[in-house]
Every structure is written in structure tokens, then in C-alpha cells.
T-cell receptor, first 115, second 115 residues
Framework: RKEVEQDPGPFNVPEGATVAFNCTYSNSASQSFFWYRQDCRKEPKLLMSVYSSGNEDGRFTAQLNRASQYISLLIRDSKLSDSATYLCVVTLRGAGGTSYGKLTFGQGTILTVHP | DGGITQSPKYLFRKEGQNVTLSCEQNLNHDAMYWYRQDPGQGLRLIYYSQIVNDFQKGDIAEGYSVSREKKESFPLTVTSAQKNPTAFYLC??????????????FGPGTRLTVL
């Protein structure tokens, strides 16, 4: 089983649609959770961190369910500029609360928003 | 203007040659990382360094070497022992590895092609 699993998609949605991505992780010692977006042939860029209480940033909402080891990202009112690959990322907790410094990436979910 | 820079953007290498990829950051981050990304795959960790003069192997360190002589610099050498070096190489840095400081920010990447 992969450490971080995502539905690779692709998701093709019209502008204005709401789309949700899911991600599961296998290691219960995981410490921090993030969503990154990656445009074609570019570096990943941090979209948002994911907190246990859930968090929202404009049109984007992230949820974390530690019991189910599940992370989600909801995008409302999709824009053409949201087209990208969305990467689910977790880090492991090490001794003393530090992480091992290792981000574990899912393979990414491709989103295409069309007019 | 703070950030992470990588050079060169594109690099071509003949088989049997060693090459060194540059990564510099002026974010005053303690931790730095190297990843490679292959088409359609997630990022995989090569090496990381939590502090100057110290570094650890990641998941795929064979055929690579690094140094961390200065806080702002973390060069990666791809040696001739790396069997399949053609990939997109990404450098990242973070303030630390503890909770709240482990968010990683990426440089623009170097595309290495072995001819």
C-alpha cells in the first residue's frame, strides 16, 4: 500500500463547479498535512496547510480526519486558473515532536477546468 | 527578494559524467532538501539536511552526493553511478523540522537530461 494515495483523476469540470479531492495516508504517526499545487513543468507551490479543525482559504477548504487517516480538499466556484495537479503531502513525526524532514507526496490529482 | 534559486534550469549530460546542481536560499532556513520527480510520479526524497555540516539520506540516495558547508547552499552532485538520472530535480527548504516550521518551499527546479 502506498504511504499517501490520491485519485489521479483527471477531473474535468466546468467553470463555477465545486470539486473535491480525497487523500488517504497509511502512517498514523504522520504529523503535518499539506495541499500543494503544481502547474505543468513547474515546482510545487504550497496551497494550504491542513489542520485538525479544518481550515478555509477563500474558495478552498481543507479537512483532516485523523481517525480515518483521510484528508480532503474542496474547491468552490472553480476558475480556469485552478487547472493544475494537486498534491497531497504528509510528514512523519519523529522523536521529540520533530518531523523526519521528509515530505511524502501522493502522486497528484489532475484538475482541468474548462469554459 | 527572498526565495530559493536553482541553477541551471536545464542541464544536459553525457553518460559517465558527474554533474552538480546548485541550490541557494536566502530565507534563513535551517533545513534543505533534494527531490526528484519523474513523469507521472510523485516527488521522491534524495537527501536532506537539517543543519549546516550535517545531512541524511532520503529514499533514493544511491548515485547522489551532497554537501552543506553553508546554511544558504545545498548542492547536489549526480554521479555516474546513478543509473537513470534523467529527471526533474527540485530543491526545497524549511525553517526547521518541528511542528509549525516544517512547511517546505520549493525552488524552480533543474531538468537534467542524460544524452
Amino acid at each position: 500500500r502506498k504511504e499517501v494515495e490520491q485519485d489521479p483523476g483527471p477531473f474535468n469540470v466546468p467553470e463555477g463547479a465545486t470539486v473535491a479531492f480525497n487523500c488517504t495516508y497509511s502512517n498514523s504517526a504522520s504529523q503535518s498535512f499539506f495541499w500543494y499545487r503544481q502547474d505543468c513543468r513547474k515546482e510545487p507551490k504550497l496551497l494550504m496547510s491542513v489542520y485538525s479543525s479544518g481550515n478555509e482559504d477563500g474558495r478552498f477548504t481543507a479537512q483532516l480526519n485523523r481517525a480515518s487517516q483521510y484528508i480532503s480538499l474542496l474547491i468552490r466556484d472553480s476558475k480556469l486558473s485552478d487547472s493544475a495537479t494537486y498534491l497531497c503531502v504528509v510528514t512523519l513525526r519523529g522523536a521529540g515532536g520533530t518531523s523526519y524532514g521528509k515530505l511524502t507526496f501522493g502522486q497528484g490529482t489532475i484538475l482541468t477546468v474548462h469554459p | 527578494d527572498g526565495g530559493i534559486t536553482q541553477s541551471p534550469k536545464y542541464l544536459f549530460r553525457k553518460e559517465g559524467q558527474n554533474v552538480t546542481l546548485s541550490c541557494e536560499q536566502n530565507l534563513n532556513h535551517d533545513a534543505m532538501y533534494w527531490y526528484r520527480q519523474d513523469p507521472g510520479q510523485g516527488l521522491r526524497l534524495i537527501y536532506y539536511s537539517q543543519i549546516v555540516n550535517d545531512f541524511q539520506k532520503g529514499d533514493i540516495a544511491e548515485g547522489y552526493s551532497v554537501s552543506r558547508e553553508k546554511k544558504e547552499s545545498f548542492p547536489l552532485t549526480v554521479t555516474s553511478a546513478q543509473k537513470n538520472p534523467t529527471a526533474f530535480y527540485l530543491c526545497a527548504s524549511s525553517g526547521g523540522t518541528g511542528r509549525g516550521t516544517d512547511t517546505q518551499y520549493f525552488g524552480p527546479g533543474t531538468r537534467l537530461t542524460v544524452l
